[in-house]
């Protein structure tokens, strides 16, 4: 089964800046769609970017709530996710999730359903 790991979550203040990685393995979909969503307490999950792995970090989503902060890409060599994100703000503390789809299609693809595969989630705090 496609595995996707997160890590580089952690505690920063307001205006910093963090990487969050994703790992992913067994994704066999070179035309696929990769996603990163996020979880706050009390909230439903919600969607914030993706990235068609076909074309890398050419084709590229973001919620407006992230759009300007933070930018996803994918490594051509060894496929990790990653999601730069700037100008942190306490709003965007929550839990962190990738994901994968299992079809090429990103445009639209904002719901939880709409993802196959899932990590487990890397923290982020913003104070």
């Known amino acids: 089964d496609v595995q996707l790991v997160e890590s580089g979550g952690g505690s920063v203040q307001a205006g910093g800046s963090l990487r969050l990685s994703c790992a992913v393995s067994?994704?066999?979909?070179?035309?696929?769609?990769l996603g990163w969503f996020r979880q706050a307490p009390g909230k439903e999950r919600e969607w914030i970017a993706n990235?068609?792995?076909?074309?890398?970090?050419?084709?590229?989503r973001y919620a407006v709530s992230v759009r300007g902060r933070f930018l996803i890409s994918q490594d051509k060599d060894n496929g990790t996710l990653y999601l730069q994100m700037d100008r942190l703000q306490v709003e965007d503390t929550a839990m962190y999730y990738c994901a994968a789809r299992k079809e090429s299609i990103c445009g639209g693809a904002y719901r939880q359903s709409d993802y196959y595969f899932w990590g487990q989630g890397t923290q982020v705090t913003v104070s």
């Open positions: 990235v068609r792995t076909l074309d890398f970090d050419r084709d590229t």
């Open positions: 067994r994704y066999t979909f070179t035309d696929g769609c």
